[in-house]
């Protein structure tokens, strides 16, 4: 592949029906990655197939509920199949949000968003490490938060698995190095997506969110989903470990 093509390469986008997946899943095969994604809901998962196969991108998927451990076991041994026991790029882009006080998580909302955000991509890490190693050429990006980077009014049941995300970030970065596998994190601040489109109707939510933004608006998926393209390209291949905050200044942002 060319340093800024993804040309020849295997990709897995966990997420990719809706959102910064979704996106990511389309900048992917549009840069010539061959893209393999999943979603809960297959009629929705059909629509993207189909619309993708008109587009000429080349992108197949499966159902699968990521916070299922079985579910992750039998994802990662279809993508196996389909890409020959090989992926140069795995994109941990699946998560979920419960926003309550502290005092009022139960244990199911706690456990619901542990094995959904930090579950899920620790063990599709642990199932992927060996066709990354096959590829002699391998890529992981999380999709954080910011909500991991600074304290936020995320919820902090999120905020903890989006910061566990970049402390492993940095570890496997280390570990996984002698495999040729980077290990890279994307924390963006607020994009417009289904799962945060309830919060940013509110027009007084919406205010508070741009008035600590300096660029003075929030993010789209494709702001985002350039940077994960890019951290998987040869040309970024002296990069691992890093976090990397898409979010109009926000974390800078001091007191302007
Ligand atoms: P969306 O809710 O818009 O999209 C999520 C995608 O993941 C959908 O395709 C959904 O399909 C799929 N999905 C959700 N849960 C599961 C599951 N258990 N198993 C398999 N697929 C699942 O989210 P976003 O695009 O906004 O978020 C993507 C990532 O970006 C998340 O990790 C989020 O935390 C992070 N992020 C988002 C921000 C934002 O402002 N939007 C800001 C910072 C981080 P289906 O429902 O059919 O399963």
């Not at 509920?65 to 279809?78: F, H």
């Not at 899920?120 to 199932?127: E, G, S, T, V």
């Not at 049941?157 to 566990?164: D, G, L, R, S």
């Amino acid at each position: 592949a060319g340093r800024w093509s993804l040309e020849g390469m295997t990709a897995l986008v966990t997420g990719g029906t809706r959102g910064i997946g979704n996106a990511v899943v389309e900048e992917l095969a549009e840069l010539g990655a061959v893209v393999y994604t999943c979603s809960r809901k297959e009629s929705e998962l059909n629509d993207c197939l189909k619309k993708w196969e008109g587009l000429g991108l080349r992108v197949s998927g499966s159902i699968c509920d990521l916070s299922v451990r079985e579910q992750r076991v039998d994802l990662i041994q279809k993508v196996s199949s389909v890409f020959d026991g090989k992926l140069n790029i795995l994109i941990n882009n699946v998560g979920t949000n419960i926003r309550k006080p502290t005092v009022d998580y139960s244990e199911e909302d706690y456990s619901f968003i542990m094995k959904t955000n930090f579950d899920a991509a620790f063990h599709i890490c642990q199932l992927a490490h060996p066709l990354l190693k096959a590829s002699g050429n391998g890529s992981i990006v999380f999709i954080s938060s910011v909500a991991g980077v600074v304290a936020i009014s995320s919820g902090v049941i999120y905020a903890a698995t989006k910061a566990a995300m970049n402390q492993i970030t940095k570890n496997l970065a280390c570990e996984w190095a002698k495999d040729n596998i980077r290990i890279n994190s994307v924390s963006p601040w607020y994009i417009k997506t289904s799962l945060v489109n309830h919060l940013l109707e509110k027009e007084n939510f919406l205010n508070s969110v741009v008035s600590r933004t300096p660029l003075n608006r929030v993010g789209e998926a494709e702001e985002v989903s350039s940077l994960v393209a890019f951290l998987c390209m040869p040309c970024a291949s002296y990069i691992t470990g890093q976090i990397i905050s898409v979010d109009g200044g926000m974390t800078v942002n001091g007191f302007y």
